[in-house]
């Protein structure tokens, strides 16, 4: 036992700082990776909501009473430069809502004024979990593309829509594709407007919660994220090589 102790603290002294400086380095690299960004509060109305932007990427959680507002009084986050046509935003629901049967929050995605183009998003809260999707263009006007009356949308996957100058519009309802590549004629991203009710007058329609919003936008090799499986890849190649050399050493 005490031999094997000896070689156990041996191997430590040795191979301790080449170990004290990968877990540094890795540190490091994560650190850079997922942690460039500055989180702040906003504020619109008296709503409240927590933003997280990176270089590539913008993250945003509003409260539930978002989905208590009114059509003509509602919740909408202005980017602060548009996001050009390469996209992908995904809406992760984690409301509670009220027995109403027309308890439901729309989200519409907006090109900037003047444009009247917009992509909506309706997720209704009753048991029936209905869904839809719909756009308004300059040419075709308002029109519904996708409508499931039951289990539309999931509580546990977000939706997802993806959009490219080249490949159009696709969304994903968290199970499946149900729009792809539609095409928009483009689609820049200037805001996002939420509410829950047409007319004020009507019953709330969520008790708690929130909803999380995150897009990713322009070219993917200008992230950090992007170049995360190659840090790791060298990383671990720098440690095997390591071990390899030194227990060749060893065996000499």
Request: hydrophobic residues 40%; aromatic residues 14%.
């Amino acid at each position: 036992m005490a031999v094997l102790k000896r070689k156990i603290k041996l191997f430590k002294d040795r191979q301790g700082p080449f170990f004290c400086f990968f877990l540094l380095f890795l540190f490091l690299t994560l650190s850079v990776v997922f942690y460039p960004s500055l989180t702040f509060s906003q504020s619109n109305d008296s709503q409240k909501y927590q933003v997280l932007k990176k270089n590539n990427n913008e993250r945003f959680t509003l409260p539930y009473n978002a989905s208590n507002l009114a059509r003509q009084n509602s919740l909408e986050y202005v980017f602060q430069e548009p996001i050009l046509n390469n996209w992908i935003l995904t809406i992760a629901n984690k409301i509670f809502y009220s027995d109403n049967p027309e308890a439901k929050t729309v989200i519409q995605i907006k090109e900037p004024y003047p444009s009247e183009k917009f992509i909506e998003i309706a997720m209704f809260g009753d048991k029936s979990r209905k869904f839809f999707v719909a756009v308004n263009t300059n040419d075709t006007g308002y029109m519904k593309l996708y409508e499931n009356n039951m289990n539309g949308w999931s509580a546990d996957k977000p939706v997802v829509l993806t959009h490219a100058i080249v490949q159009g519009l696709s969304v994903a309802d968290g199970k499946r594709t149900i729009i792809d590549k539609l095409s928009l004629d483009g689609f820049n991203i200037g805001s996002i407007k939420v509410y829950g009710k047409d007319e004020a007058k009507l019953p709330a329609s969520a008790l708690s919660g929130s909803i999380d919003f995150e897009v990713f936008f322009g070219n993917p090799s200008e992230s950090p994220l992007y170049y995360l499986p190659l840090v790791m890849i060298v990383g671990v190649g720098g440690l095997l090589i390591f071990l390899l050399v030194f227990k060749k050493r060893r065996s000499k």
